[in-house]
């Protein structure tokens, strides 16, 4: 792998100095400074929250664990990395820069966060700084120009091939894991223990995972983010949802899978419906795909999956149009995926900014671009049973057209959601989490 990467990595930098060359020209600044970030502190104690790398410093280097450390970028020159290495007997210091990607950075090592601020540019009104506002160092503040960062944003939504290459490893990574949550799950094993057995086979601690693992067995998969983790398994597990993923070297991968217990073989059916439906919105992700609409679309197979099922009977047009699909999928259809799980951008209408609002009647959807090569989405559909919501539907006009019988029925199963990682190619798409499944098989 490392020599694929060494491959890559080197077109994959050219193409991040040619976009902050273009950002900061449009911008009228001379230096790109990206801050790592520094450790955050609980209130009233010494207790830092775990630390999370600023995505704009990890898009140039597989380097997520150097707080105080910085990236300096003049167009015309050869990127800097400033690197903090503190002379602490408290904590593990991270190690000297090594790798395929070293040769591509003049790197100087510095062991006071202070120190850092001598190889800095000096004219800081001349520098577009990117931070958190907790990485100042002294009058090197982060001013995250807006001309900057919306150019920047916009680009980072088209992947390297180098990006493409460490997605399909955080794929497999996640994939693996959860084979070994699903063993655990059919061996009658407790939320807590199926999270451990997930982390066990991924190899990385919470703080590494790109998101917290949600594991929900039974009706609190109706909870869209569940992540209470029981210690004690249920008497009777009838249903497993699993939403984890696995990071590589700063990428995430963001994959959802739902179980039923072989005596649930009426939910098998609906998950197998589901799974039908999303194969088919998967197929979608192609250039010139409208996001916005293929939610709406969505919309409207899963209305008609709970029309065929005798959930509703009502059309599926009726349902989407009345908002009762809504309270069986409340949620978007996806979002983009890259260096952050919610990667940014996914409603920008260009590179200088501007916003696409979300359709009508559906808030929680997380892009609404029109999608184009080398763009990395999730496509993840659900139909869930929640309390709260269908308490509310019971209370509309709409209540009679809904088979409450069998709703009711299944309430004890939670809900379905099933979620891939794709990549909108000039072709056909590629399913990162299925391409993954298949080679673990």
Not at 298 to 305: E, F, K, N, S
Request: hydrophobic share 40%.
């Amino acid at each position: 792998m490392s020599d694929l990467l060494a491959r890559l990595y080197p077109e994959h930098l050219r193409t991040l100095q040619a976009r902050a060359d273009a950002a900061l020209a449009r911008g009228g600044f001379d230096h790109l400074l990206i801050a790592a970030g520094v450790l955050r502190y609980q209130f009233l104690d010494d207790s830092p929250y775990p630390f999370a790398v600023n995505p704009h410093f990890k898009h140039w280097l597989p380097v997520t664990k150097a707080p105080g450390s910085w990236i300096v970028y003049t167009p015309g020159s050869k990127p800097k990395l400033v690197y903090l290495q503190p002379r602490d007997y408290w904590h593990v210091v991270p190690e000297a820069p090594a790798g395929y990607w070293v040769d591509h950075f003049d790197i100087v090592i510095v062991h006071e966060a202070r120190a850092a601020r001598a190889h800095l540019p000096q004219a800081f009104a001349r520098c577009a700084i990117i931070g958190d506002d907790n990485a100042a160092l002294g009058d090197a503040k982060p001013n995250n120009p807006e001309i900057v960062l919306n150019y920047l944003h916009w680009h980072r939504s088209y992947k390297t091939d180098y990006e493409l290459a460490m997605l399909r490893v955080a794929s497999k990574l996640g994939v693996r894991a959860h084979r070994a949550a699903e063993a655990a799950f059919r061996a009658g094993k407790s939320e807590y223990d199926i999270n451990t057995a997930y982390l066990n086979a991924v190899h990385e601690t919470e703080n590494e995972l790109p998101y917290g693992n949600i594991i929900a067995l039974n009706q609190h998969a109706a909870t869209l983010h569940y992540m209470d983790l029981n210690r004690a398994p249920p008497a009777h597990a009838e249903s497993f949802l699993i939403d984890a993923g696995a990071s590589f070297h700063g990428y995430g991968s963001d994959i959802t899978r739902t179980h039923a217990a072989p005596q649930a073989r009426e939910f098998q059916e609906l998950i197998d419906a589901v799974d039908a439906a999303q194969r088919g919105f998967v197929a979608k992700v192609r250039p010139g795909q409208n996001y916005a609409d293929l939610h709406v679309h969505a919309h409207h197979v899963l209305a008609g999956i709970l029309k065929d099922q005798d959930f509703i009977r009502m059309s599926a047009e009726s349902a989407v149009e009345s908002g009762v699909a809504s309270a069986f999928f409340p949620h978007g259809l996806g979002h983009l995926l890259g260096l952050q799980v919610h990667d940014v951008a996914g409603f920008q209408k260009d590179e200088g900014g501007g916003t696409i609002p979300r359709p009508p009647g559906h808030p929680y959807l997380r892009c609404t671009r029109t999608l184009e090569p080398r763009m990395v989405t999730t496509i993840e559909p659900g139909i869930y049973f929640i309390d709260l919501l269908l308490g509310e539907l019971k209370n509309t006009p709409q209540a009679r057209e809904v088979n409450w019988a069998k709703v009711d029925a299944f309430r004890r199963y939670g809900g379905i959601r099933i979620e891939d990682d794709v990549v909108c190619a000039a072709d056909a798409p590629e399913n990162l989490t299925r391409d993954a499944f298949a080679a673990s098989a």
